[in-house]
């Protein structure tokens, strides 16, 4: 993609494992090693915009079309991983623009710059990890969409105004909770909990677009898995693995 004045559109990624293309430290990251990488690129490769952690021995000619900022585990809030939450993936991607200059608010503008913002279950998984109770995880899902809604205002305020956020995976057709049937069953509960976060989403994303100059789109990542995972669409909870 070309944008104006003959330069490439930017693409800037936060978020967590699903976005992070090699942001995680090398001993410490699993996704440095094997299988990982083994159909793409061929080998490990932290897991495309430059890692923000890789900025430096990227180059010029990379950087200028964008950065990722996403580090695997995280989310809005701290999580059980010590790296970056949101709001600092944030917070760097605002002094490149502001202090160093790397990218400046008038060419985000006009050049018109994508941002990826992706948003798994790390931020459940570290409630429930710390002794959260599920009668008041319709509460905490809030606190997640509020604080989610506060950072992208603050990427669109910095300059980028298309932002595509995805909604949350099938959280219960994760391994960890089909491994019971056999891989055959996902768990409603689970996914309950990922269809209201992605309800409450949509209507945050809604609000979005009537308060500022819109730009927001929800990428629907629990359709697509279901519809891998389950083809032919008989019930949302049963799926094969070939």
Same mark, same amino acid.
Not at 100 to 117: C, G, M, R
Not at 127 to 146: C, E, H, P, R
């Given at each position: 993609?070309?944008?104006?004045?003959?330069?490439?559109?930017?693409?800037?990624?936060?978020?967590?494992?699903? #976005?992070?293309?090699?942001?995680?430290?090398?001993?410490?990251?699993?996704?440095?090693?094997?299988?990982?990488?083994?159909?793409?690129?061929?080998?490990?490769?932290?897991?495309?915009?430059?890692?923000?952690?890789?900025?430096?021995?990227?180059?010029?000619?990379? !950087?200028?079309?964008?950065?990722?900022?996403?580090?695997?585990?995280?989310?809005?809030?701290?999580?059980?991983?010590? /790296?970056?939450?949101?709001?600092? /993936?944030?917070?760097?991607?605002?002094?490149?623009?502001?202090?160093?200059?790397?990218?400046?608010?008038?060419?985000?503008?006009?050049?018109?710059?994508?941002?990826?913002?992706?948003?798994?279950?790390?931020?459940?998984?570290?409630?429930?990890?710390?002794?959260?109770?599920?009668?008041?995880?319709?509460?905490?899902?809030?606190?997640? !969409?509020?604080?989610?809604?506060?950072?992208?205002?603050?990427?669109?305020?910095?300059?980028?105004?298309? !932002?595509?956020?995805?909604?949350?995976?099938?959280?219960?057709?994760?391994?960890?909770?089909? #491994?019971?049937?056999?891989? /055959?069953?996902?768990?409603?509960?689970?996914?309950?909990? #990922?269809?209201?976060?992605?309800?409450?989403?949509? /209507?945050?994303?809604?609000?979005?677009?009537?308060?500022?100059?819109?730009?927001?789109?929800?990428?629907?990542?629990?359709?697509?898995?279901?519809?891998?995972?389950?083809?032919?669409?008989?019930?949302?909870?049963?799926? !094969?693995?070939?």
């Amino acid at each position: 993609m070309r944008g104006s004045r003959g330069r490439g559109v930017k693409l800037f990624v936060f978020g967590d494992s699903y #976005a992070d293309t090699g942001n995680w430290p090398k001993d410490k990251g699993s996704s440095w090693k094997e299988p990982y990488g083994t159909t793409f690129p061929g080998k490990p490769s932290g897991r495309s915009p430059v890692p923000y952690n890789q900025r430096k021995s990227a180059g010029e000619k990379r !950087i200028r079309n964008g950065m990722n900022f996403a580090h695997g585990g995280t989310g809005v809030f701290n999580t059980l991983v010590q /790296q970056p939450n949101m709001t600092t /993936q944030i917070n760097l991607f605002q002094q490149l623009v502001e202090q160093e200059k790397v990218y400046t608010k008038q060419d985000l503008i006009l050049n018109s710059s994508l941002a990826l913002v992706s948003l798994g279950g790390n931020d459940y998984a570290t409630y429930m990890a710390l002794n959260g109770t599920l009668q008041d995880l319709g509460d905490f899902s809030k606190l997640v !969409i509020k604080q989610l809604e506060l950072n992208l205002k603050r990427i669109q305020e910095i300059g980028v105004k298309k !932002i595509g956020v995805t909604s949350m995976e099938p959280l219960g057709c994760l391994p960890q909770f089909t #491994a019971s049937t056999s891989y /055959q069953n996902c768990s409603e509960s689970e996914n309950s909990v #990922a269809e209201f976060h992605n309800e409450m989403l949509e /209507q945050s994303l809604d609000k979005l677009n009537n308060i500022t100059t819109g730009g927001f789109v929800k990428l629907d990542l629990y359709k697509a898995f279901m519809s891998a995972l389950n083809p032919s669409g008989d019930s949302i909870n049963k799926f !094969i693995y070939d």
